[in-house]
Antibody
Framework: QVQLQESGPGLVKPSETLSLTCSVS????????WSWIRQPPGKGLEWIGY???????NYNPSLKTRVTISVDTSKNEFSLKLISVTAADTAVYYC????????????WGQGTLVTVSS | DIQMTQSPSTLSASVGDRVTITCRAS??????LAWYQQKPGRAPKLLIY???SLESGVPSSFSGSGSGTEFTLTISSLQPDDFATYYC?????????FGQGTKVEF
């Protein structure tokens, strides 16, 4: 069973860049799409974007100007960068795997809370 | 964007109850719908995909139905472990969207 683990700072200052990494273990990052999803405290889920192991990406239009997702197949990990953060970006950030050939999420990381505050 | 609307937002139930949650899409999504269960402090867990296919390891007390714009998640007999928040998600559009969630509480 593949396992995903998010890592990165839990506190980011306003206007700075949020950077997270998702390490994939128990399976290869190849041949799948990988995604970031976030959940503000007490609220619902928002899809941020995905990356294919080849590097092709697609982003939520609401975040597209601020988001970059990248992949490092040699390390079996992928990453999220979100620039110019505000308090509205405070959320639990999850990494997740798209099901093979599908568009739903069959494996999730445990999530990491990122707070934007000075 | 395809908007997903769940009802009710909160559902009060007891152990043994049959529970039904509805999810409506703002346009037809065929059967490109998944259901997730989320417990406090935990990541969502996939229950149902393709509107009615049960994910491996998920109890058969969970079932899904529907197509087009209207979908339901049914728990045939609510167990203590089933008290949680449930989300639907469409994957018809590349822009994946979720319902706002339905909290099943005692």
């Amino acid at each position: 069973q593949v396992q995903l683990q998010e890592s990165g700072p839990g506190l980011v200052k306003p206007s700075e860049t949020l950077s997270l990494t998702c390490s994939v273990s128990g399976g290869s990052i190849s041949n799948y799409h990988w995604s970031w999803i976030r959940q503000p405290p007490g609220k619902g889920l928002e899809w941020i974007g995905y990356i294919y192991y080849t590097g092709s990406t697609n982003y939520n239009p609401s975040l597209k100007t601020r988001v970059t997702i990248s992949v490092d197949t040699s390390k079996n990990e992928f990453s999220l960068k979100l620039i110019s953060v505000t308090a509205a970006d405070t959320a639990v950030y999850y990494c997740a795997r798209y099901s093979y050939g599908g568009g739903y999420f069959d494996n999730w990381g445990q999530g990491t809370l990122v707070t934007v505050s000075s | 964007d395809i908007q997903m609307t769940q009802s009710p937002s909160t559902l009060s139930a007891s152990v043994g109850d049959r529970v039904t949650i509805t999810c409506r899409a703002s346009q037809s999504i065929s059967t490109s719908l998944a259901w997730y269960q989320q417990k406090p402090g935990r990541a969502p867990k996939l229950l149902i995909y393709r509107a009615s296919s049960l994910e491996s390891g998920v109890p058969s007390s969970f079932s899904g139905s529907g197509s087009g714009t209207e979908f339901t998640l049914t728990i045939s007999s609510l167990q203590p472990d089933d008290f949680a928040t449930y989300y639907c998600q469409q994957y018809y559009s590349y822009l994946r969207t979720f319902g706002q969630g339905t909290k099943v509480e005692f």
